[in-house]
Structure formats: C-alpha cells, structure tokens
C-alpha cells in the first residue's frame, strides 16, 4: 500500500511561487506514473501535471499550467514535486498527489489512479 503525504501548500499573492512535496512511503515509488491534481469547489478535480516512471520521465502538463509549473520526481528519495510559479488566481485549489500503476498519458484519466495524498490547499490573492 503506497501511502502519499503532501505539503508546501500556502497563501502567496499572483505572481508568487510554491514549492509543492509528496512524500511516498516505500522504495516502489519509482515504478509509478507519479501526478498533481487539483479540485476547486466549482469544478471537478482536474489533472495539472504527471511524470511518468522509468529512465526518461516524460511529463505531461495541463495546457493552464505549461510554462509555469513544472513537476519534477527524486526516485532516490521517494518524493515528487510540483514547482509552480507565476500563479494566478484561479490556481486557488486543494492540490493532490496520486499514483498509478498505469503508463502516464496526457489525459490525466483520474480513474486509472490507485493512491491518493490527503491534499494541501493553496490560495493565491490579486
């Protein structure tokens, strides 16, 4: 059972950065298509960034968030990252961890994902 922590959440102005954490608990980590995901209270949780498994760790980004977030994993540490700069607004959301057994596609079909962290919030005011 993959378990996943997330942090780093906070409250920055537009413009601002955030650096968000996903700790996994256990060495299996790197065989896992690794994502973000973020929910808002007026819309369904959405896919804002993956990284896939294996040597070439090709990521996938939501077309809202490309040129300003940039997910990143340390397979030797067990921990994903999502570096978000720029942010706006409407970044204003829970961001979650997930994992997937599955291929990373760009798609971000929630479905496929077996492994959930319990969020952290982030807010950013104009």
Known sequence: QLRL????GGSVHSGGSLRLTCAASEGTFRGYCMAWFRLTPE???EGVASVDAGGSATAYYADSVKGR?????????????????????????????????????????????????????????S
């Open 69 to 125: 977030f940039t997910i990143s994993r340390d397979n030797a540490n067990n921990t994903l990252y999502l570096e978000m700069n720029n942010l706006k607004p409407e970044d204003t959301a829970m961001y979650y961890c997930a994992a997937t057994v599955w291929v990373c596609t760009p798609s971000f079909k929630e479905t496929n994902f077996d492994y959930w962290g319990q969020g952290t919030q982030v807010t950013v005011s």
């Open 5 to 8: 922590v997330e942090s780093g």
């Open 43 to 45: 819309t369904r949780r």
